[in-house]
């Protein structure tokens, strides 16, 4: 008998880890629950008013602010970032994300998807 997967997760599901020194999250939706082509969902927090080394990915990565402000690195172009703001790491494309001193950590949604 197959093992039905869960297509709903809830935030506080998240197994929250350190992916650098300054970034803590987790995966919340990912083939477990049912996608597929290497999709996948999680909450990162960014902590460090400096950019740490850019992650660059062979599929397209969405980002959604929920909390914090400062800036986003997309290639060699830095734009500012707060709640609401929604952009795009293309294929290929390096991508790093640092808060204002005033701001408490930024907290992003995330989504990868096929390129």
């Not at 996948?40 to 660059?56: A, F």
């Not at 929920?66 to 390096?94: N, Q, R």
């Amino acid at each position: 008998m197959a093992i039905e997967k869960k297509p709903i997760a809830h935030e506080a599901e998240i197994q929250l880890k350190k992916t650098n020194p300054s970034v803590t999250g987790g995966v919340v939706l990912n083939s477990a629950n049912g996608c597929t082509n290497g999709a996948r969902m999680g909450i990162s927090y960014y902590s460090d008013e400096k950019y740490q080394t850019c992650g660059v990915h062979d599929d397209q990565e969405l980002f959604y602010v929920l909390d914090g402000t400062g800036f986003v690195l997309l290639g060699e172009k830095e734009y500012p970032i707060t709640v609401g703001s929604v952009f795009v790491a293309t294929p290929g494309t390096p991508h790093s994300i640092r808060r204002n001193e005033d701001s408490p950590p930024i907290k992003i949604l995330w989504f990868h998807g096929a390129p």
